[in-house]
């Protein structure tokens, strides 16, 4: 299987960017997982979506200004990211796993991942 996440950029503080995590060979498993790493931290984790009955799970950090939904027809996950802050500002990732849901924060349970895309956010 492979995921690529795609749909970074630059954007200003208070914008919206959105990003998209698709996968090919496979449907994805039971969870898929954003992550982020910003520089000299880190993995942390984002934000969550069982694959089939589409609960999201959020970080607290995140909660309120992020959506994370799933797109069977595409076999995609997006994360909708609003009012986005300057500490927003990193490398994120998708990946999958079939874990469970008190693991779902654990970056250690997912072990097929996207290559990662940049999201910069300006002050």
């Known amino acids: 299987v492979q995921l690529q996440a795609s749909g970074g950029g630059l954007v200003q503080a208070g914008g919206s960017l959105g990003l998209s995590c698709a996968a090919s060979g496979r449907t994805f498993r039971r969870y898929v997982g954003w992550f982020r790493r910003a520089p000299g931290k880190e993995r942390e984790f984002v934000a969550a979506i069982n694959w089939s009955s589409r609960h999201t799970y959020y970080a607290d950090s995140v909660k309120g200004r992020f959506t994370v939904t799933r797109d069977a027809n595409k076999n995609a996950v997006l994360l909708q990211m609003n009012s986005l802050k300057p500490e927003d500002t990193a490398v994120y990732y998708c990946?999958?796993?079939?874990?469970?849901?008190?693991?779902?924060?654990?970056?250690?349970?997912?072990?097929?991942w996207g290559q990662g895309t940049q999201v910069t956010v300006s002050s």
């Open positions: 990946a999958d796993s079939a874990t469970v849901l008190s693991a779902i924060r654990d970056p250690r349970q997912y072990d097929h």
